[in-house]
């Protein structure tokens, strides 16, 4: 069985978990394709594939709009196959309900968005990194970590990622994919 992840990235973090993604599901038996959604050639064909993985991150309660259109233009193959959806932001990483909530609503968005439904969901902490942020960007994430009871020394940067929560979602949805019904 073969399976195909695309996604979409704003600084990197989202890019690096499908490739770790990628080789859980290579050591697992799981032949993988790991390509962005929107890199100047066209976009990937999922039909080819017996499963399909799409991740993004959530910035300013949006996915990345290459993702996001990505979905739609393919949303009729993605709902016709077992396709599954990584949700990446630092909501997954808070210890509140309206972290949660908020991880949610952005999901909720995103599948009327994009006409659609994922068989299966996993929302993975994202990542802070201070090293890559303007003073402003910064100070905002030093806001957001303070709330939510996250690291603030910026002169860090962090990685919030369960790796071995995201590597039980990605083996696990593959291998229910591959049983027999």
Known sequence: MRVLIVYGTTEGHTRSLCHFAARALGEAGFPTAVQPAASGRSPPVPTPYDAVI????????????????YAREQHEVLNAKPAAFISVSLSAAGITPPDWETCDDCIARFEHETLWTPKAVH????????????????????????????????????????YDALSRFVTGFASEVQAPR
């Not at 799409?54 to 259109?69: N, W």
């Open 54 to 69: 799409l991740a993004a991150s959530i910035h300013v309660g949006r996915y990345q709009p290459p993702l996001v259109a």
């Open 123 to 162: 929302k993975a902490a994202g990542a802070i990194r201070y090293s890559q942020y303007d003073f402003f960007k910064k100070l905002a994430l030093k806001f957001i970590a303070a709330e939510r009871g996250l690291p603030i020394v910026t002169s860090r940067d962090y990685d919030l990622t369960d």
